[in-house]
């Protein structure tokens, strides 16, 4: 079999070039001129500045210590007994720890977003700098940098298969990226009035984006067109999020409340007050979450009803756990000495982990409420954070432009 069979064409040039810069590297002269004329590469010239100088080393390198790396953990659970490898996941319990694997550099502005792919070791990050940078989350290694957007980006979302992503920004336009095509932006979409601060997806041909326009906005994406507008908010809304099903969004606002929608009807079916700031992100409770928030909320036990249970974190220092059928707020959790700006849920439904202006990261055990641990993030103001779904890693990103990879165990 070819590597035309195996690599896709973007791919293969990408081989190409990098073993001609080890080729000239190593000083095999004549046999970089040979492979340049029969891979149609001879314009190629080795600069040590160039993305392809030591990518052939640095990728073999990599290839070896994950390789390392299994054979340890593979010898490892060999050794476990029999019962304990058939009931227990160590990967849905382990919790990052300090200090931070990796340092991501790149940016030259502070970091507005990060977002782990959902089906590879991928990780995107976006900046105030207009540009949506992509990982190996792995090895650390810098792989590209997205450009379109004229302002601030400020999300970034992959559809359920990974195969599109989507980025918002302060430009006042979503972009949608085929990640098939070599990243192509395939769609601009317009409509909103000023900085689109938040965007998710529905299906995988709807998407749902906030805006400082004070709306949130329903897009086709076979069209390009938006097919509804929810208004209500009075003022800027900072985030959306959708249940798996998609039947019910939340949204969070500088008005200092939290919303749930019916995206279909674009009817207000909530409005959950309790905050005393600026609300600046808001999601549903993921159905392996409901039984350890029952159990926090003095609620008996029962099934989980997608959409019951929302979070929110706020600039007030608290995240407000509400019941979204009652609107009521159920449990405030305390700990936090500054803004907190973003959270994700653990794999594991029992931990969520939020990040904060105080420059921390804080676990919150679900069951009882309380701040579990404590670890300094970075150097400056903590903006976003994410799980990877396919390995034990979180990402943070700060305003002092730098996103930290946290190995989990």
């Known amino acids: 079999m070819s590597f035309d069979q195996i690599l896709p064409d973007r791919q293969l040039k990408e081989l190409q070039k990098s073993v001609l810069d080890f080729m000239h590297t190593q000083g095999y002269t004549e046999s970089a001129l040979?492979?340049?004329?029969?891979?149609?590469?001879?314009?190629?010239?080795?600069?040590?500045?160039?993305?392809?100088?030591?990518?052939?080393?640095?990728?073999?390198?990599?290839?070896?210590?994950?390789?390392?790396?299994?054979?340890?953990?593979?010898?490892?659970?060999?050794k476990q007994p029999d019962e304990t490898r058939r009931t227990t996941t160590p990967s849905t319990e382990w919790l990052p720890r300090p200090p931070a694997r990796t340092k991501l550099t790149q940016h030259r502005q502070p970091i507005t977003r990060v977002r782990f792919h959902p089906q590879y070791t991928l990780l995107a990050t976006?900046?105030?700098?207009?540009?949506?940078?992509?990982?190996?989350?792995?090895?650390?290694?810098?792989?590209?940098?997205?450009?379109?957007?004229?302002?601030?980006?400020?999300?970034?979302?992959?559809?359920?298969?990974?195969?599109?992503?989507?980025?918002?920004?302060?430009?006042?336009?979503?972009?949608?990226?085929?990640?098939?095509?070599?990243?192509?932006?395939?769609?601009?979409?317009?409509?909103?009035?000023?900085?689109?601060?938040?965007?998710?997806?529905?299906?995988?041909?709807?998407?749902?984006?906030?805006?400082?326009?004070?709306?949130?906005?329903?897009?086709?994406?076979?069209?390009?067109?938006c097919v509804k507008t929810l208004t209500g908010h009075a003022e800027w809304v900072r985030s959306v999020d959708a249940t798996p099903d998609a039947r019910l969004l939340c949204t969070a606002s500088n008005d200092q409340s939290v919303r749930l929608w019916d995206p279909s009807s674009g009817e207000c079916k909530a409005d959950m007050r309790g905050h005393s700031n600026v609300v600046e992100t808001a999601k549903f409770a993921p159905p392996n979450a409901h039984a350890c928030l029952r159990r926090l909320a003095g609620l008996p036990p029962a099934e989980p009803v997608p959409g019951l249970f929302v979070i929110s974190a706020s600039r007030d220092k608290t995240l407000c756990l509400w019941d979204t059928t009652t609107a009521q707020l159920l449990h405030t959790f305390i700990g936090h000495d500054d803004w907190v700006r973003d959270f994700v849920f653990h794999p594991s439904g029992k931990t969520i982990i939020s990040v904060s202006d105080d420059k921390t990261m804080r676990v919150w055990d679900l069951a009882t409420g309380r701040c579990s641990k404590t670890i300094d993030a970075s150097q400056h103001f903590t903006t976003c954070i994410d799980f990877s779904s396919v390995s034990p890693l979180v990402a943070t990103g700060s305003v002092d432009t730098e996103v930290s990879l946290w190995a989990c165990r």
């Open 34 to 78: 040979v492979f340049a004329r029969e891979s149609g590469n001879e314009g190629f010239i080795a600069d040590p500045n160039d993305r392809h100088h030591n990518l052939l080393a640095k990728k073999w390198t990599s290839v070896i210590r994950l390789q390392k790396k299994i054979m340890e953990l593979e010898s490892k659970l060999s």
């Open 126 to 225: 976006a900046s105030e700098d207009m540009t949506v940078k992509l990982w190996d989350a792995e090895s650390g290694d810098f792989e590209r940098t997205i450009k379109g957007h004229t302002k601030a980006v400020q999300d970034v979302a992959f559809d359920a298969k990974g195969s599109v992503m989507v980025t918002c920004s302060a430009d006042l336009t979503l972009r949608v990226w085929d990640v098939t095509a070599d990243y192509k932006c395939v769609r601009t979409l317009h409509g909103h009035d000023h900085c689109v601060s938040a965007v998710c997806f529905l299906a995988a041909d709807r998407l749902a984006s906030a805006s400082r326009d004070r709306t949130v906005k329903i897009w086709d994406l076979t069209t390009g067109y």
